[in-house]
Nanobody, 115 residues
Framework: QVQLLESGGGLVQAGRSLRLSCAAS????????MGWYRQAPGKQRELVAVAFSGSSTHYADSVKGRFTISRDNAKNKVYLQMNSLKPEDTAVYYC?????????WGQGTLVTVSS
């Protein structure tokens, strides 16, 4: 089991940028997929982006070209660079670690984008 702690959320105007960080309590080197999910009020949690251990990445269509996920295995951290933010990006963002056997979640960090 790995504990995850997100940071970097906040209130930002549309068009601006934010960088989210996720710090893991242990090594993420062997974790297959480190991802970011989000949940907007009244909506289901959805995948935003995932970074696989083989360095490939996957993004939701809604964030392609605007968001970039990266993982630093040496620092046990995962980042989400969010550019050109839109009001519809407003949500609680959760970090996720999926090693194929179990999935661990952080507590989330709130991102609010004002128009």
């Amino acid at each position: 089991q790995v504990q995850l702690l997100e940071s970097g959320g906040g209130l930002v105007q549309a068009g601006r940028s934010l960088r989210l960080s996720c710090a893991a309590s242990g090594s993420i080197l062997w974790i297959n997929a480190m991802g970011w999910y989000r949940q907007a009020p009244g909506k289901q949690r959805e995948l935003v982006a995932v970074a696989f251990s083989g360095s490939s990445t996957h993004y939701a269509d809604s964030v392609k070209g605007r968001f970039t996920i990266s993982r630093d295995n040496a620092k046990n951290k995962v980042y989400l660079q969010m550019n050109s933010l839109k009001p519809e990006d407003t949500a609680v963002y959760y970090c996720n670690a999926d090693d194929g056997n179990r999935r661990d979640w952080g507590q989330g960090t709130l991102v609010t984008v004002s128009s």
